[in-house]
């Protein structure tokens, strides 16, 4: 089973709509993280969690929320989705230790679409 | 301008062929950089790090950091298909928790 997956992978959705992209992992980790990605943009940060009573905005949070229910689990929500929102949404965890290299850990992606 | 910055191609080269990937950021405080490779319809996965003087080997990989230039290069010897993905550079941001600051990745086709 992976270690990091994502519901929905796909999702079509209408202009206005609020909508909720959950993420869980088993690998124990602390930190989690939602990007999108769009093309010839790379990875955007959008929230990051440190821990179940840190989050943290990203580069590009505005129109975005997020909810960390438990150490494995972090949901990203559009409130009121735009067509712009339209992208390639990952979740990440990681291994972070002070003085160590940090390795993030994605989940294969939820393709939305806002019409 | 990106903090890190690359060229999103494509490039494709034949098979066998030796391919450069390559990255430049403009943080001197940057110290150690990565390379993530992304298969399409699947998330990102590390490949390798490498600290910022020299180079680092894996196999067929090389990873190498040029700090004067602020130049960052991927090599792959002896190309295969599978090696077909984007390629995406990133290094650790210490002024914002480590976060990472990304490149926005070349995708790389290798032709049988």
């Known amino acids: 089973d992976a270690d990091v997956t994502q519901t929905p992978r796909n999702r079509i959705t209408k202009t206005g709509k609020r909508i909720m992209l959950e993420c869980s992992q088993t690998?124990?980790?602390?930190?989690m993280y939602w990007y999108r990605q769009d093309p010839g943009l790379g990875l955007r940060l959008i929230y990051y969690s440190f821990d179940v009573k840190d989050i943290n905005k990203g580069e590009i949070s505005d129109g975005y929320s997020v909810s960390r229910q438990a150490q494995a689990k972090f949901s990203l929500s559009l409130e009121s989705a735009i067509p712009n929102q339209t992208a390639l949404y990952f979740c990440?965890?990681?291994?972070?230790?002070?003085?160590?290299?940090?390795?993030?850990?994605f989940g294969p992606g939820t393709r939305l679409l806002v019409l | 301008q990106k903090e890190v910055e690359q060229d999103p191609g494509p490039l494709s080269v034949p098979e066998g062929a030796i391919v450069s990937l390559n990255c430049t950021y403009s943080?001197?405080?940057?110290?150690?950089f990565m390379w993530y490779r992304q298969y399409s319809r699947k998330g990102p996965e590390l490949l390798m790090y490498?600290?910022s003087s020299g180079n680092k080997e894996d196999g067929r990989f090389t990873a190498q950091v040029d700090k004067s230039s602020k130049y960052i290069s991927l090599f792959i010897r002896d190309s295969q298909p599978s090696d077909s993905a984007t390629y995406l550079c990133?290094?650790?941001?210490?002024?914002?928790?480590?976060?990472?600051?990304w490149g926005a990745g070349t995708k790389l086709i290798i032709k049988p």
């Open positions: 490498t600290y």
């Open positions: 990133a290094s650790p941001h210490m002024d914002s928790n480590y976060q990472l600051i």
């Open positions: 690998k124990g980790h602390d930190r």
């Open positions: 990440a965890t990681s291994d972070f230790v002070a003085g160590a290299t940090e390795t993030q850990y």
């Open positions: 943080n001197s405080a940057f110290q150690y």
